[in-house]
T-cell receptor, first 108, second 112 residues
Framework: RKEVEQDPGPFNVPEGATVAFNCTYSNSASQSFFWYRQDCRKEPKLLMSVYSSGNEDGRFTAQLNRASQYISLLIRDSKLSDSATYLC?????????FGAGTTVTVRA | DAEITQSPRHKITETGRQVTLACHQT?????MFWYRQDLGHGLRLIHYSYGVHDTNKGEVSDGYSVSRSNTEDLPLTLESAASSQTSVYFCASSENVGQEQFFGPGTRLTVL
């Protein structure tokens, strides 16, 4: 079983819609979690950290469910510019493990 | 502004040749990392370094080597390139271990 698994998608949504997707991780002792965003053929960039109590950053909401070992990302009021691949990152013993990514395409 | 750069951005080489990919960061970060990214896989760690003269193997280190002679640079060498090493390679750095990593723009390597 992979350390970090994501639904690859793609999630095709119209502008203004809400889209949400999850990422599961296998190590229950994982310490920290992030969402990165990667545009086509570009480098990954940090989108947001994921805190135990859940956190928001504008239209983006990240949540952590330790009991079921998954994190989620919700995007409200989708914009065309949100089209990207979203990478889930889990930290164990200071090492980052990346999911393969969930692709989101927002259409006009 | 501090940044992390990689060169070359694109490289085509032949099987068996030695190839070196450069990574240079001006963040003054102690921690540097090399990843490869292939379709259907997440970024996979090749090698990493926590400081000058420190190098460590990642999960896919076979056929690759690194050296760290200064803070700014972590070159990645493919000793004898193989077609299975065709991939996109990303270098990254971080200020603290286990925290946000900043990535370079990537090098697209094709081994024929």
């Amino acid at each position: 079983r992979k350390e970090v698994e994501q639904d690859p998608g793609p999630f095709n949504v119209p502008e203004g819609a809400t889209v949400a997707f999850n990422c599961t991780y296998s190590n229950s002792a994982s310490q920290s979690f992030f969402w990165y965003r990667q545009d086509c053929r570009k480098e990954p960039k940090l989108l947001m950290s994921v805190y135990s109590s859940g956190n928001e950053d504008g239209r983006f909401t990240a949540q952590l469910n330790r009991a079921s070992q998954y994190i989620s990302l919700l995007i409200r009021d989708s914009k065309l510019s949100d089209s990207a691949t979203y990478l889930c990152v889990v930290i164990n013993d200071y090492k980052l493990s990346f999911g393969a990514g969930t692709t989101v395409t927002v259409r006009a | 502004d501090a940044e992390i750069t990689q060169s070359p951005r694109h490289k085509i080489t032949e099987t068996g040749r030695q190839v070196t990919l450069a990574c240079h960061q001006t963040w003054n970060h102690n921690n540097m990392f090399w990843y490869r990214q292939d379709l259907g896989h997440g970024l996979r760690l090749i090698h990493y370094s926590y400081g000058v003269h420190d190098t460590n193997k990642g999960e896919v280190s076979d056929g690759y080597s690194v050296s760290r002679s200064n803070t700014e640079d972590l070159p990645l060498t493919l000793e004898s390139a193989a077609s299975s090493q065709t991939s996109v390679y990303f270098c990254a750095s971080s200020e603290n271990v286990g925290q946000e990593q900043f990535f370079g723009p990537g090098t697209r390597l094709t081994v024929l």
